[in-house]
């Protein structure tokens, strides 16, 4: 018998940091606009920017996107603690009640980051610890984020996505934004959100020509329009070190 098993842990993208920062507009009840209740964004900025650490020492870099946001029932944003089903990370197949392992069967894919996790327990066993790993086949599920960042890198004339479970080894550069209407009730929403994402950019790019693509997602699970930036090279967008 086949079933699916819902993994609800945190799992963020690897050396790398989201940080969130927001203005928002919550309408009076006299002057509230009637909006759709599928969310909406436009583009407001964007740049490279070297952030020094609190001691100075370390450089980090940072890629920052501003966007400008509606949406007309204002349920926008996740906490940090909701990983439950529909907001959970990956499913696990179960077959017979057992995990489906790689190499379990000539129907699996070949081993691949995206399709398989490598899940390490420790035991203990006669006073000594003995560490396990199986690598189980998964189900990923993007409404884990709800805040989407996709690089897009020019081949050949063309901007094609930029895949970091096949480059890297990681999760993708997705996020997620807390809650912005912290009042829990219906109201339309408008504001910018400031999002920004701290990796090697400079190794990863840096003779690249880029663009990002950005979307947003509400909680149920309604998603925003899809915005891209101009073609750029980081050292286009770059601004003084933070």
């Known amino acids: 018998m086949i079933e699916k098993s819902k993994i609800v842990s945190e799992k963020m993208v690897k050396n790398s ?6 203005i928002i507009g919550l309408s009076s009840c006299q002057d509230r606009p009637t909006l759709p209740v599928v969310p909406s964004i436009t583009l407001e900025d964007y ?13 980090r870099d ?12 204002g349920d926008l944003g996740l906490n940090t603690n909701e990983t439950s089903p529909p907001f959970h990370l990956f499913d696990i197949v179960l077959v017979n009640g057992d995990t489906l392992r790689y190499g379990d069967n000539d129907t699996l894919p070949a081993f691949n980051c995206y399709n398989y996790e490598i899940i ?3 035991t203990s066993v006669g006073g000594s610890l ?5 690598t189980i086949y998964v189900i990923r599920n993007l409404n884990h984020y709800n805040f989407f960042l996709t690089f897009l890198v020019e081949e050949n004339g063309e901007f094609v996505e930029y895949n970091t ?15 912005l209407n912290t009042a829990g009730d219906v109201r339309p929403l408008t504001g910018e959100l400031k999002y920004g994402f701290v990796s090697s950019f400079r190794l ?10 950005l979307q947003l997602q509400d909680r149920a699970l309604q998603k925003s329009n899809i915005i891209e930036t101009e073609a750029f090279n980081v050292a286009e967008i770059a601004r003084p070190p933070k």
Do not use: M
Request: with cysteine; glycine share 6%; net charge neutral.
């Open 120 to 122: 390490t327990t420790t």
């Open 47 to 59: 740049y490279f920017q070297i952030i020094a650490s609190a001691d100075g020492k370390n450089l």
């Open 204 to 213: 990863l790019f840096r003779n690249e020509t880029i663009k990002l693509r």
């Open 130 to 134: 003995v560490v396990n790993s199986d």
């Open 165 to 179: 479970y096949e480059r890297l080894c990681a999760g993708p550069f997705h996020g997620r934004y807390f809650i």
């Open 17 to 22: 940091l989201w940080i969130l920062l927001l």
């Open 62 to 73: 940072s890629i920052v996107v501003k966007v400008n946001f509606e949406d007309g029932d």
